[in-house]
């Protein structure tokens, strides 16, 4: 027959978890903006308009991380 974990395993687990899903959560903000920066600066070289691409996608791409960490939160 299989054995309960212990309590000690059990509150491993969770801190594991915990910080699995604040990692998880950082990644992912931080992926979002790495990506709003990297078309920016795209945007800017193809239409030539120096920080505005740059400032906006950004500024989306840190938006949609956000908005990409509260969702996965709430579901939790």
């Known amino acids: 027959m299989k054995e309960k974990p212990s309590k000690e395993s059990e ?6 978890r915990r910080i699995a899903t604040a990692s998880a959560a950082g990644l992912t903000l931080l992926t ?3 990506i709003g920066v990297y078309t ?5 070289r193809y ?14 791409g840190g938006a949609a ?12």
């Not at 920016?40 to 800017?44: K, P, T």
């Not at 239409?47 to 989306?60: E, N, V, W, Y």
């Open 32 to 34: 979002c903006i790495g």
């Open 47 to 60: 239409f030539g308009c120096a920080p505005f691409g740059l400032t906006s996608m950004s500024i989306l």
């Open 40 to 44: 920016g600066v795209i945007i800017d």
């Open 11 to 16: 509150r491993e687990l969770s801190a594991a």
């Open 65 to 76: 991380g956000l908005w990409s960490v509260i969702r996965k939160m709430l579901e939790r």
